[in-house]
């Protein structure tokens, strides 16, 4: 236990002095990124006002572009659509999702008999390690560099005092494999364009990019208040957090529309071409609805998912991934604990330092949502 502890400190002092100058250069080269936060915020507030609407426009939408959409209440709903639609002895491939974490969908699908990889570095070394994530961008975040490696022995026993780079080219070279085998890619969303149906996420590993291309099927599993009511501003959400999650620009922007699909006979556009047959998109509600109607908690569901919160929080740079439900960690986490899980007990370490609310590119009053938590936990 002192050393998981004497870990973690070693681990988040480094990743504090890599990250938040790095946040605060990118937002002074490029101030127009706090107007977009604004315009993002606007959008997410106008859709949470009207949910049911936005969702049955994203649903048409998708329908349109020639996919599949599932509106689903539970984690247990979501498990059930992705079975039917993946079935048993497949190859599958994740891109990394904390809404497929939240409804469980990883451990399901291996129970099934399904080869289910996680392909973004960070998730690929909790698989490997069974462990939890620890932050919500950043999920190995609790690894040093020597825990990585480590980990990683365990498809390559010779690493030996590893670079960085040499992590990371080990897991390209595991990974290539089950990349073109693969029948399925899951990811989750960044955002949801409600007037096209797109899918967007944002990366820099190039993984996400070959999960929704290389298989014949592409399921993208979201959270409502991933909905945005347009493709501009749900591409705006994509670079905002990047930006303020410290990787901007971001290596790849993807847009997924229905499957993949030609025009290049007569102008016709016919599907598939060289991608998916197949595109789903599975939106999970999971207590949002309830959170929207929320006259407090709703503000949790602007959250973009950048982490920055997390470093410029006393109680997370001690607790760390132990502080919230996972994946969700840190002050965002202990929103997010009481909107899908009803779990008040992470707010109730808050110390209310107010520096989440300061560097929250959606300036949600986190600490004003976690008193009101904790006293909701204390009458329970």
């Given amino acids: 236990m002192r050393g998981d502890r004497v870990t973690w400190i070693y681990a988040v002092e480094r990743a504090?002095?890599?990250n938040v100058p790095k946040v605060e250069a990118i937002l002074k080269e490029h101030p127009y990124l706090l107007d977009l936060a604004m315009k993002v915020r606007e959008g997410k507030t106008e859709v949470l006002r009207n949910l049911d609407r936005y969702v049955e426009e994203t649903i048409k939408s998708v329908e349109k572009s020639g996919g599949r959409a599932h509106l689903v209440s539970n984690a247990e709903e979501a498990k059930e659509i992705v079975s039917?639609?993946?079935?048993?002895g497949k190859t599958i491939v994740l891109g990394k999702s904390m809404v497929a974490y939240e409804a469980g969908l990883r451990k399901h699908l291996e129970a099934?008999?399904?080869d289910v990889w996680e392909t973004d570095l960070g998730e690929f070394l909790i698989q490997l390690a069974d462990e939890p994530p620890s932050h919500i961008i950043a999920p190995s975040l609790h690894m040093t560099k020597e825990r990585a490696e480590e980990v990683m022995r365990?498809?390559?026993?010779?690493?030996?005092n590893s670079t960085h780079e040499k992590i990371a080219m080990t897991a390209r070279k595991f990974l290539r494999d089950k990349f073109i085998k693969a029948h399925v890619g899951i990811t989750g969303a960044n955002a949801v364009a409600a007037d096209t149906?797109?899918?967007i996420l944002v990366e820099n590993e190039g993984n996400i990019r070959m999960t929704t291309v290389l298989p014949e099927v592409h399921i993208a599993v979201a959270g409502l208040e991933k909905i945005l009511p347009n493709l501009q501003l749900a591409l705006y959400e994509a670079l905002v957090q990047a930006a303020f999650g410290g990787l901007y620009p971001p290596s790849y922007v993807n847009v997924s529309?229905?499957?993949s699909s030609t025009a290049d006979i007569e102008m016709k556009r016919v599907s598939p071409a060289h991608g998916p047959r197949e595109f789903h998109l599975v939106l999970l509600d999971n207590g949002r609805r309830e959170a929207a109607k929320d006259p407090v908690l709703w503000e949790s569901l602007l959250c973009v998912r950048c982490g920055r919160c997390h470093l410029h929080c006393p109680v997370y740079r001690v607790f760390g991934g132990k502080w919230g439900v996972p994946p969700y960690s840190g002050p965002m986490g202990a929103m997010w604990s009481a909107v899908v899980y009803r779990d008040f007990g992470p707010a109730q370490l808050c110390v209310h330092s107010?520096?989440?609310?300061?560097?929250?590119p959606m300036k949600i009053d986190i600490p004003k949502v976690l008193e009101e938590l904790k006293k909701r936990g204390l009458k329970q």
């Fill in 16 to 18: 504090v002095k890599n």
């Fill in 84 to 88: 039917k639609i993946v079935g048993t």
């Fill in 112 to 114: 099934m008999g399904n």
């Fill in 154 to 160: 365990k498809i390559d026993n010779e690493l030996n």
């Fill in 197 to 199: 149906g797109s899918v």
């Fill in 257 to 259: 529309s229905g499957p």
């Fill in 354 to 360: 107010g520096g989440c609310r300061e560097v929250c």
